[in-house]
């Protein structure tokens, strides 16, 4: 995860500057032609090296997808729809949060852990598919360049966006990449239990992408502070109730829910609200954060896991979120009049 993070923060303003003069359509068929040849590579790896360069491969693919896919909701949907059409958008990720790790454990246990990287690209190359049939055509508008991004990274909003940003995604990556050792030392619970409250994250996930989308459009600044509070909430909770197995199955969900309206609310606040006419830019820079802020969350989490115990990472993500929380209250979006 970590290194595929790192990719995307690398690739994000580098695929945006690239294709800067490229049609959009084409830009997005190429990730998905990068995510089929990062699954085909996984399937055929014959040693490491290859299967790192898969992974290099689809850091690449998320990348230059997620920096583009607000600025391009924004071209395909009426400006007020934003929050809903990214919630739908979102709401594919969570869907493969659920349902992609036990689908690949059923297909890699009856074919080997190949044929799940091939079925994953299968699924890819439909998705491409649907791609060719369904964009229209989208010319560059309000592109990316090293310039813009520059200034748009010197808007004061901006900036309180993207320090948002930092700390909610690592405090979340920080506690929800140790979240299975914790089920595992606290409540100690079983694997299948594990399994079903890891489910329950999941499908959390889901309803908070629907809920995100859906309260965003009457209070944006509901939805970035509400959800990273929540976050906070569920890490106390964790904290002080974790070693009831209901407790703890009940603050993980609840976590799922939150951090599934939190990309809902950051992206819309980026590109709608603090530089609409530089979306694509904005949409770069806070892929590029969000991506630093993963790697550098489960790194400095299991730092903190091995230096004092799996209960100061899901500490360090409570007070993360909650100082997030409290910078939106204070200073985040306005009310659109």
């Known amino acids: 995860m970590t290194a595929t993070a790192i990719v995307g923060a690398i690739s994000a303003p580098t695929v945006a500057i690239i294709t800067k003069r490229l049609d959009r359509r084409t830009v997005m068929w190429t990730m998905t032609v990068l995510l089929i040849l990062s699954d085909v590579l996984a399937a055929g790896a014959w040693s490491l090296a290859v299967l790192l360069t898969a992974r290099v491969v689809l850091g690449i693919a998320l990348g230059g997808f997620w920096s583009m896919s607000a600025a391009l909701a924004m071209r395909l949907v009426p400006s007020h729809l934003l929050p809903r059409a990214m ?11 659920v349902c992609a790790a036990p689908i690949g454990a059923y297909v890699g246990d009856i074919w080997g852990w190949r044929s799940a990287f091939m079925l994953a690209a299968a699924g890819a190359a439909a998705t491409l598919l649907v791609q060719l049939i369904t964009i229209p055509r989208l010319p560059p508008i309000g592109v990316a360049s090293f310039r813009s991004l520059l200034d748009v990274a010197k808007i004061p909003m901006v900036k309180i966006a993207l320090l948002v940003v930092l700390l909610v995604a690592s405090g979340h990556f920080a506690g929800i990449t ?33 809920a995100g989308g859906l309260l965003a459009e009457y209070s944006l600044k509901a939805v970035a502070a509400l959800a990273p509070l929540l976050i906070a909430i569920a890490a106390v909770s964790l904290l002080t109730a974790g070693a009831s197995a209901l407790a703890s199955a009940i603050a993980v969900a609840a976590w799922g829910f939150a951090f599934g309206a939190v990309p809902v609310g950051l992206q819309t606040w980026m590109v709608r609200r603090a530089v609409p006419e530089q979306a694509q830019s904005a949409g770069v820079l806070l892929v590029t954060v969000f991506q630093v802020a993963i790697a550098a969350g489960a790194i400095f989490g299991g730092l903190l896991v091995e230096n004092a115990g799996i209960t100061s990472a899901i500490a360090y993500s409570a007070v993360a979120t909650f100082v997030a929380a409290l910078i939106v209250f204070v200073l985040g979006p306005k009310r659109e009049t």
């Open 87 to 97: 919630s739908i958008i979102l709401t594919g990720v969570s869907v493969a949060t």
């Open 178 to 210: 140790y979240i299975r050792a914790f089920l595992e030392k606290i409540p100690a619970l079983d694997v299948e239990t594990i399994s079903l409250v890891l489910l329950a994250f999941g499908i959390g996930g889901f309803f908070g992408n629907l």
